[in-house]
Every structure is written in C-alpha cells, then in structure tokens.
C-alpha cells in the first residue's frame, strides 16, 4: 500500500478528526478512496469531510469490515480498541507521518528531521529560518504549524522541508527516511503513552531512518543509541570544543568541524531564547543546515532573524528586581531542568500532570537554586514530597485552587517568596490539561497574572 496510485478504490479509516485526521481525509478524497472516519462526536471540520464524500462512522467498538488501510492520528494511543484490533486482523496502521511519506512523489522535498523530548520546535523553527535565509522554500511541519500531510501534497512544491517528529508520530512510522534526521536529549517522558523508556526510546532511533544521523554528544543515553545506529554517516554536537565529526562551541561560538574545518557559524551569547539547552538547539539546527548545503553566513542569518515561539523561556518583565520568566513549554522533569539550570536564584513555578514521569533527580539537582517554590496541579504533592526529601529548607507554597483564578493566586505566592535579583520562573515540568486547554493556556494565564499584579 506504499504508492499513492494504491489508494484509489481502497476504503481508509481514518481514526481521529483533528487537523491531522482532517487532512489526511482531504488527501484520500483527493486520490479517489473511500474514507471512513472515526471520532467521539461530529464537530463543524468533520460535517464539512461528510459533505466532501467521507463517511462519519463515530466511535466504533470494533474496526469497520473491508478495511485496506487505518491512518490514525498522533493522539490515539497504542492501546485503542480500534488499533488493537486492526492490528489483529492484519491491516496495516500508518500514522500522518508515514502517510505523508508515502505520498511523496518523484523528486519530493528532502525532510531534515528532528526529534527529542525537548526542544524539537525550536530546533525546526531555528532550522526553517536557516533554511530561507540560504534562499530555499522550506517549512517547518510535522508537529508544529501546517500539517505535513498539505505539505507534501501542496501544489507548489517546498525545496526542503524541517520536520518536527514527535514519538507518537514516530511510533507508526515503518518507513521513513529523512536525509537527515537530529535526535536532541532522551528522559523519560510519555511513558504513560510508550509502556516503557526502551520503547520510547526506540522510536526515536527512527529519525534516523536516512543516511545521516545527527546526536547530541553530551547525552549518554543519545550517545550510546548513536553509536549503535546503523546509519551510514553519523554527526554529533557539543556545548564543548568540538572534535572531527562535530559541531561545538569554541570561544564562545558555535564552530563547524563536522561539515567544514573550524568554520565560526554564530556567537552563542546571541542565540535567543537564552540557556545552554538553546544553544545546543541551535547546533542541532545548525548541523541540519550544514549536511542539506547551506552556507556559513545563512546559518548565521537564520539564528540572527530568528523569532522564538512563546512560552519558551520567554522573559515577560523585570520589576523591582526581580524577572519573570514564562517557560510553559517545560512540560516534563528534563525541560524544567533545562530551564531552571539557566538561572542561578529561582522561585519555580510547578505543578500539573507529571504522566509518570519521576521528579526527584530535578529537584535534587535544582535544590541550591530555589529560593522558594510555589505548586500548583494534579500531581503537585508529587513534587511537595520530593522537595522534603532533596530540598527541606525551601519554603514550599500548595495553592489547591482548579479554577479560572489559580494563577492569580500562583503569582501573587512568588511574588512574596521572591527578592530582587531573583527569577521567578514557570517551568512546571508536567502537563498542563488537568486545569488548561494546554500549554500555551497555562502560559497565557501566567503572563496575565503577573501583568495584573500591580492592579488594584
């Protein structure tokens, strides 16, 4: 079923109608199969599918007979009744990803490809602006902005493409090699989702489906995986001065010995968002750009014009001394590290939904750091217990709040813990959907209570 040309008179359940499930749907219409889709209810998007030819089947128990094909979309997990029993019955189960990998067609856009637990959009985003500024057409897809899916099929076609990979896409992807493809970090993450850190793990390894595989050389647990990669050119970066094979940093900038000979690509102090994690972001990207041809002086470019996403570290504003930083992004244990490593005295912000991920190498590593901690969320006595072990001198705030008002309240803690010259950082490490529609909510929140603090 790998050609587009196969899919005509094949019935295709597609399970999910959000953006992805939507345009998978268009695409098959387009190719002239019969499309089922599965959902808990009919939304406005969906109605719009029915009336173009799908067929809304809701939420069956079981899979629909006939079936030559399922796409499903990332959030539908391993474990769904639907997918479970299509792989009992022998009928292949791609995700939106592998989908849109098959219907590349002759000469397609490479995909420089990037996975990790964190920092993958910033790294895409970084990678795009490298890209145009060489004079490419390139998007940033996968998961982050337009669907992968229009991508591919868009009518004028992209020159390259810089794909966010997330490891539910991974997953239900068999097929796919990017040119390049950058593993950023690994820490547990998801594992309510995976099963197991071996098995999100493993999935990652798929970015490096292509001939080049780019690693970060400061993680062990990427390292070991990358030494083991069958993958026929292997690449690494490091926030230290770089060997043969790798780009690093070298008196204070990033440095090319794996694509050129020392070659000095961009001061590192000026890479935005700030902190170690950002610049081995920009490394990563940066080594995608370099293995695709793009000069020296349009990855310097790209990271120069560069605009960072919200809610990434963002710092909101200093009063009385004290800055507010907005990292809502930071949504597991090994992105809070990352954030609150970037700043010496933190009040943190913390709280949510921890999806099993353990919390008490954080907290015993950030320990020095905190001058106060304020909680907030499902899983908050998670994270209060693991400060009584590692951290018992901090003062600790609970605020137990779910409602509209929670951050009003959040804030209005920190700014009583904290001290001119302090940080005071939201970098929850766990999600956010137990009291936000996401994170992005929960950083909008934030930012909201902080503005308001000097109102009456």
């Not at 539910?168 to 099963?195: C, E, K």
């Not at 010995?257 to 001061?267: C, M």
């Not at 939904?353 to 899983?379: F, H, I, N, S, Y």
């Amino acid at each position: 079923m790998g050609e587009p040309a196969s899919l005509v008179g094949a019935t295709v359940l597609v399970c999910g109608g959000g953006l992805a499930g939507q345009s998978a749907v268009r695409a098959l219409l387009a190719r002239d199969a019969t499309v089922l889709l599965a959902d808990r209810s009919e939304s406005e998007e969906i109605a719009a599918l029915v009336a173009a030819g799908a067929r809304f089947v809701g939420s069956p128990a079981s899979l629909p007979p006939g079936l030559d094909l399922v796409v499903t979309s990332p959030g539908w997990r391993p474990d769904h009744p639907l997918l479970v029993d299509a792989l009992a019955h022998d009928v292949e189960v791609v995700g939106e990803v592998e989908f849109a990998w098959r219907l590349r067609g002759p000469g397609a856009a490479p995909w420089l490809a990037v996975t990790g637990t964190n920092g993958k959009t910033t790294t895409v985003r970084m990678l795009e602006a490298m890209l145009r500024a060489s004079g490419a057409r390139a998007l940033a897809v996968g998961n982050v902005g337009v669907s992968i899916i229009d991508a591919v099929t868009a009518t004028e076609p992209y020159d390259v493409l810089s794909v966010e990979l997330s490891s539910f896409q991974l997953h239900w992807s068999s097929t796919i090699a990017p040119a390049a493809g950058a593993l950023l970090n690994l820490a547990p993450d998801h594992l309510d989702w995976h099963g197991s850190m071996d098995a999100y793990a493993r999935v990652k390894t798929r970015v490096w489906g292509g001939w080049l595989a780019i690693g970060n050389a400061d993680d062990p647990f990427v390292a070991g995986l990358l030494a083991s990669s069958n993958t026929p050119t292997r690449v690494t970066f490091t926030l230290a001065d770089p060997d043969g094979g790798q780009l690093g940093i070298r008196d204070g900038a990033l440095v090319d010995e794996a694509f050129g000979s020392g070659i000095e690509l961009f001061r590192a102090d000026e890479i935005r968002p700030s902190g170690p994690h950002n610049v081995a972001n920009a490394l990563a990207a940066a080594a995608l750009a370099r293995a695709h041809g793009v000069a020296a002086d349009a990855v310097a470019e790209g990271l120069r014009t560069f605009d960072p996403d919200p809610h990434r570290n963002q710092l909101l504003l200093t009063r009385d001394g004290v800055a507010w930083v907005d990292d809502s992004k930071a949504t597991n244990p090994h992105a809070a590290l990352a954030s609150l490593s970037t700043y010496d005295r933190v009040v943190w912000v913390a709280g949510g939904q921890l999806k099993d991920a353990p919390v008490d190498e954080l907290v015993a590593m950030v320990a020095p750091r905190l001058a106060g901690v304020v909680l907030l969320g499902t899983d908050r006595a998670v994270v209060a217990d693991a400060l009584r072990r590692h951290a018992p001198d901090v003062h600790v705030i609970e605020v137990s709040s779910t409602d509209d008002g929670v951050m009003t309240e959040v804030v209005r803690a920190a700014a009583g813990l904290a001290r001119p010259g302090d940080t005071v950082l939201l970098a929850p490490a766990a999600a956010s959907y137990d009291m936000f529609a996401g994170y992005a909510a929960r950083g909008l929140a934030f930012e909201a209570a902080v503005h308001a603090l000097d109102s009456p």
